[in-house]
Structures are given as structure tokens and as C-alpha cells.
């Protein structure tokens, strides 16, 4: 344990952030920032903070009296969130719906960009937490910061509407965890995860009701930040009526911070089945994984908004990743970390192609995108490797990804994970249809119009860099294995 001076030393990372954002808020106070000023500044930043843990060596320190941890894994998520947020505040410079621009100037732009690096700053803590109470104000803080850059556009009846239906079911299953990570207290005394666990072994099987009502509670909070089902009500609505940049970002980031803190909480805090005999994790969340993705695909096929589809292909992605997470294994949290890292660079550069199709005059629906192929054939190429790597076609980051994560289901073996790798394969088959819909339209439909379709440098620019590693992971990934082999060793 070290004291709290030596900790700071090895908060850097966090603390470059909390900088950050003083110098947005401050600065703009004095000179009013524009855009590509406030843009710079983030963008700074974000560099200092993923450069200090990259060259701070590889650490395992609790910090902070066991609140947080300074270790490998936090480390690769840190590098992981300052990525998606350094896309979205790049992303986020050519997009009309994302700051007002009014009277010639960029009003809130420096606000926008500050509440940007505070979901990053929260994002690092949920992948640091070791703590119940660290845990909860973590999630809490990307909550509350999400509700703000959801609604960011006030006078937007539809962002607006989004952002009151996100604070109402955040509210709710806030306060659900909330009541499980009590019990967790009141049961074992403690808050630090490894305190928690030793304290639930302890108590043995007669203790095993309450135990599992209390983390059928905290997965409340989980699942509401994950989007999996029956928390996933919000993503929907949210990702419709959001800012496109903000909508790319909650797709990622708070999505994967749920999951670092899902793993750490029940690979720290929660005993598995061999230690306390008749814990039903894994078919808890089995069954919320087929859930899950079966409900996100058959609804992404009614959709005929483009966000609406990617975000119940979201919810399912999420039924996915939740299927690893459910053997409880090293090859299952190794597939975990991976599928992320080619879910990062899909999903956020078929989102980057949307907002490009958008400012240059496009609708969201799908039938809007007739045509493309033949008005802007390089950045329809591109989407296309984007939804056949969401699909799992091979040779793309995204079919690595899946067969690590039904690798992973099937190396357990028995008769429940062959059923819920199988569901897992059917659903990636449904997926292929609603992803071709958009590929139909592209390609295969003739527009109103052939003339060529202006895209944006900077969108145009961002699709082409996450499209090649997108391509590049699908041929050559055993890098990044390693690297995630070490993270989590």
C-alpha cells in the first residue's frame, strides 16, 4: 500500500487530464476559445496523459489506500479511452449537430471538449477501481457527465428528449446498484474488492442468497452502462436523438469501461463456483448474453434510422462480449479485451462515415444512402469493411475477434456454453442481413442523383485510418494478443 504522496506520482496519467480540462474552462473564461483552440487543448491533453502511462513501465500498485489500482490492465484501458476520445474530438470539429455555431462563433465548444475529458477522466477510474465506493462514484461520474453531452444541443427537442430518458433509467438503476453494493457491505463489512471476497468465502454457502440478490443488484448498474438486456431500454433513443460524435463515443467507451469494471468486480469481489459451491454467475449471465444479442439483432433488422440500427447492433455486440465474460476464464477475459480493441476501430469508423454522409447532406435513414457507390465509391468502400468486420467476416479485425470469443465459450465445454456459442453464431448470421440492407443501398440502388458527394477531409481522413488497421487486424493480430496476454496476467 502506498501513501497517498507516492500515489499522486502514479496518478499522472489521470491528473494531466484534470489539467485539461482546468485549461478549457479557465482559458475560455478569459478568451472565449473557438473551436479548433479548445480542440488543440484536449487534444494535448489526452497526449500527456497516454504518454506518461506509457512510459511509467509496468506497475501493479494499489493507490490510494486499495481504492484504485496503477497495473497493466488499467494501463491498457487508459491507452484504449484516450484513443476513442482523441477520434470523437477530431470527429467532432466538422460536425454541425455537435456545437452551436452561431454569430460566427463556437459558443460552449470549450465546455463540449472539457466534459469530453471528464468521461475519459471517469472512464480510467471505473478500469482502475478496486473499491465498491470507487467503483459506484466512477460509473457515476461518466453517467452524469453522458447525461450533459447527450442533451448538449438544447435546443434540439429530440437531444433534449434523449437526455431526460437517459437520466430517468440511469437514475433507476444507479439506485438499484446502489441497494446491491449495500448489501455487499452490510454482508461483509468492506469495500475494497479483495476485503469483499475473502469476507463472502467466509461466510460459505448459507450466505449465498443474499449474495446473489446483492450482485443481481450491482448488475443493474452494469448492464445499464453495457446496454445488455433488460437494462438496454435508453441506447435506442439516445443514440438517436445524441449528437452523432456523442452517440460514436457512448458506443465505445463507456461501453467498454462497464466491462474493465465488470471484470475486475467479479474477478476481484465476487467468488466464482469452485470456492463457494452453487454460485450461478455463469448461467446468470449466459442467459443475459443470449438474451442480449438475440433482442439487438432481431430489432436492428425493423430499423430504418442508420443510428437507431447501429444502436441495437450495439446492444448486441454487448450480448457478445457478455458471452466470453461468462466462462470466467483467462482465454475469456483475453477475448474480451480484443473483440474491444476491433470494436473500437469498427464501430467508430462506421460512425465517422455517418456523420461524413450527414454533413454532406444525407438523411439518417437508410434508404437516404442509395446510390453512395457510385457518388463517393472510396468512403462507400470503406463503410462496407466496417459492416462486413461488425458482421465477422473474414479478413477483418472483427472475425478474429468472434473467434476468439466462441474459442473461448467452447474451450469450456459442456452443454450450456455449446448452446450459447451456437445462439452466438446464429445471431452473427441475422447480423449479416440488416448490415447488407445499408450495402444494398449503396451499391445495388440507383439515387436521385449521380453527382459526387463531398465528403469531409477530416472524415474522409479518420474512416481511412481506422479502416486500415481494421483490415490489418484480421491478417496480423498476434501483437496485440500478447500485449492483451499481459494486461491481464
Same mark, same amino acid.
Given at each position: ?36 483552440? %479548445? &480542440?488543440?487543448?484536449? #487534444?494535448? @491533453?489526452? =497526449?500527456?496523459?497516454?504518454? $506518461?502511462? +506509457?512510459? *511509467?513501465?509496468? /506497475? ?67 478500469? %482502475? &477501481?478496486?473499491?465498491? #465506493?470507487? @467503483?459506484? =462514484?466512477?460509473?457515476?461520474? $461518466?453517467? +452524469?457527465? *453522458?447525461?450533459? /453531452? ?340
Amino acid at each position: 500500500m502506498l501513501s497517498n504522496t507516492l500515489s499522486l506520482h502514479l496518478f499522472v496519467p489521470e491528473i494531466a487530464l484534470v489539467v485539461g480540462i482546468l485549461l478549457l474552462l479557465i482559458w475560455d473564461l478569459a478568451f472565449s476559445l473557438k473551436r479548433g483552440s %479548445a &480542440a488543440f487543448i484536449a #487534444l494535448a @491533453a489526452l =497526449l500527456c496523459s497516454a504518454t $506518461v502511462t +506509457l512510459i *511509467s513501465g509496468r /506497475v501493479s500498485l494499489d493507490l490510494f489506500n486499495g481504492m484504485i489500482a496503477r497495473d497493466p490492465y488499467a494501463d491498457f484501458f487508459k491507452i484504449f479511452f484516450t484513443v476513442a476520445t482523441a477520434v470523437t474530438v477530431i470527429v467532432s470539429l466538422r460536425a454541425r449537430d455537435a456545437i452551436d455555431h452561431t454569430d460566427g462563433r463556437d459558443r460552449e465548444a470549450a465546455e463540449y471538449y472539457a466534459l469530453l475529458l471528464a468521461m475519459c477522466l471517469g472512464m480510467n477510474l471505473m478500469a %482502475a &477501481a478496486t473499491d465498491l #465506493l470507487m @467503483a459506484y =462514484l466512477a460509473l457515476e461520474m $461518466v453517467s +452524469l457527465v *453522458s447525461y450533459v /453531452v447527450v442533451g448538449f444541443r438544447r435546443r434540439n427537442a429530440a437531444s433534449a428528449e434523449a437526455s431526460l430518458k437517459y437520466v430517468i433509467f440511469g437514475g433507476v438503476a444507479s439506485g438499484v446498484m446502489l441497494f446491491g453494493l449495500s448489501l455487499l457491505y452490510g454482508m461483509t463489512g468492506a469495500t475494497e474488492f479483495a476485503a469483499v471476497r475473502t469476507a463472502l468465502i467466509a461466510a460459505g454457502p448459507g450466505a449465498l442468497a443474499i449474495q446473489i440478490l446483492a450482485v443481481v443488484f450491482v448488475l443493474a448498474g452494469f448492464g445499464y452502462k453495457i446496454a445488455s438486456v433488460p437494462f438496454h431500454m435508453w441506447c435506442p433513443d439516445v443514440y438517436e436523438g445524441a449528437p452523432t460524435p456523442i452517440t460514436a463515443f457512448l458506443s465505445v467507451g463507456p461501453k467498454a469501461a462497464g466491462f474493465a469494471l465488470l471484470i475486475r468486480f467479479f474477478v476481484g469481489a465476487v467468488p466464482d463456483e469452485a470456492q463457494l459451491l452453487g454460485a450461478p454467475w455463469a448461467v446468470l449471465i449466459g442467459v443475459i448474453s443470449a438474451a442480449t444479442m438475440t433482442l439487438g439483432n432481431l430489432a436492428a433488422i425493423l430499423q430504418a434510422n442508420v443510428k437507431r440500427m447501429l444502436a441495437y447492433s450495439s446492444i448486441a455486440h454487448a450480448g457478445y462480449l457478455l458471452m466470453a465474460l461468462c466462462v470466467f476464464t483467462r482465454e475469456g477475459e483475453q477475448a474480451i479485451l480484443f473483440y474491444l480493441c476491433a470494436y473500437l476501430l469498427m464501430n467508430l469508423g462506421a460512425f465517422i462515415v455517418v456523420i461524413g454522409f450527414s454533413e454532406a447532406g444525407l438523411g439518417e435513414n437508410i434508404e437516404s444512402y442509395r446510390g453512395v457507390g457510385v457518388r463517393a465509391p472510396l468512403i462507400a468502400a470503406v463503410f462496407a469493411i466496417f459492416l462486413f468486420s461488425l458482421t465477422g467476416i473474414p479478413p477483418m479485425a472483427g472475425f478474429i475477434g468472434k473467434f476468439y470469443l466462441f474459442a473461448a465459450v467452447l474451450k469450456k465445454g459442456g452443454m450450456f456454453f455449446t448452446v450459447l456459442a451456437v445462439i452466438g453464431i446464429v445471431n452473427s448470421a441475422i447480423s449479416l442481413y440488416y448490415y447488407a440492407r445499408i450495402l444494398k443501398e449503396m451499391f445495388f440502388q440507383k439515387g436521385e442523383t449521380e453527382a459526387p458527394l463531398a465528403i469531409a477531409t477530416v472524415h474522409r481522413t479518420l474512416a481511412f485510418a481506422l479502416a486500415v488497421p481494421t483490415i490489418a487486424l484480421g491478417i496480423y493480430w498476434a501483437p496485440l494478443i500478447d500485449y492483451i496476454g499481459r494486461a491481464i496476467s
